[in-house]
């Protein structure tokens, strides 16, 4: 599991997914979510504007994140 920091109270699912490298475009990360392809915190997560907060986990395509502070 990669801890990915940051420094603001929190991000935004779709903007998570373009941080990390996983989606370039906002559109993509966008049919990703709502196609029920992200979960959160153990469940699918299908709102692309979800707030993530410090100790969120996040999982997509095989890739497990976990949200850490700065």
Excluded: H, P, W
């Excluded at 903007?15 to 990703?32: I, P, Q, V």
């Excluded at 709102?47 to 850490?68: A, P």
Aim: charged letters at 30%; aromatic letters at 8%; one cysteine or more.
């Amino acid at each position: 599991m990669e801890t990915i920091k940051i420094n603001t109270e929190f991000i935004k699912l779709d903007s998570f997914l373009k941080l990390t490298n996983l989606c370039e475009l906002g559109g993509l990360a966008k049919t990703l979510i709502q196609e029920g392809e992200v979960m959160v915190n153990g469940e699918v997560e299908t709102r692309r504007g979800k707030k993530l907060y410090k100790g969120d986990k996040i999982s997509f395509q095989g890739n497990d994140f976990i949200i850490g502070e700065k």
